[in-house]
């Protein structure tokens, strides 16, 4: 992703670095999770544990997700931290 992308006014990157946490731990370590809403407003969770995907709908479960999708933004670099974490590794693979 380049640095126009990630300006974008609907695009936001933050970084999660592994040792972020709680004595290393972090709040991402079970896998991806993409949260939605349907046309209907309904709210969605994707989930990929273990090379499966889950689409979660249960409202209940949902909200449970949304704590932690929070959780980990708040431990996550924030949007200009990313990125020039981003360009840094970059820079250092070039």
């Given at each position: 992703?380049?640095r126009?992308?990630?300006?974008?006014?609907?695009?936001?990157?933050?970084v999660?670095p592994?040792?972020?946490?709680?004595?290393?731990?972090?709040?991402?370590d079970r896998?991806?999770?993409?949260?939605?809403?349907?046309?209907?407003?309904?709210?969605?969770?994707?989930?990929?544990?273990?090379?499966?995907?889950?689409?979660?709908?249960?409202?209940?479960?949902?909200?449970?997700?949304?704590?932690?999708?929070?959780?980990?933004?708040?431990?996550?670099?924030?949007?200009?931290?990313?990125?020039?974490?981003?360009?840094?590794?970059a820079?250092?693979?070039?």
């Amino acid at each position: 992703m380049g640095r126009a992308a990630a300006q974008r006014f609907n695009v936001t990157v933050q970084v999660l670095p592994l040792d972020r946490g709680p004595r290393g731990s972090y709040a991402g370590d079970r896998g991806p999770m993409k949260a939605g809403e349907t046309k209907d407003h309904d709210h969605v969770v994707s989930m990929e544990v273990e090379d499966e995907s889950n689409l979660v709908s249960n409202r209940t479960k949902v909200s449970q997700l949304a704590q932690r999708y929070a959780k980990i933004r708040a431990q996550a670099l924030s949007p200009d931290e990313s990125l020039g974490l981003i360009e840094r590794l970059a820079g250092e693979q070039q």
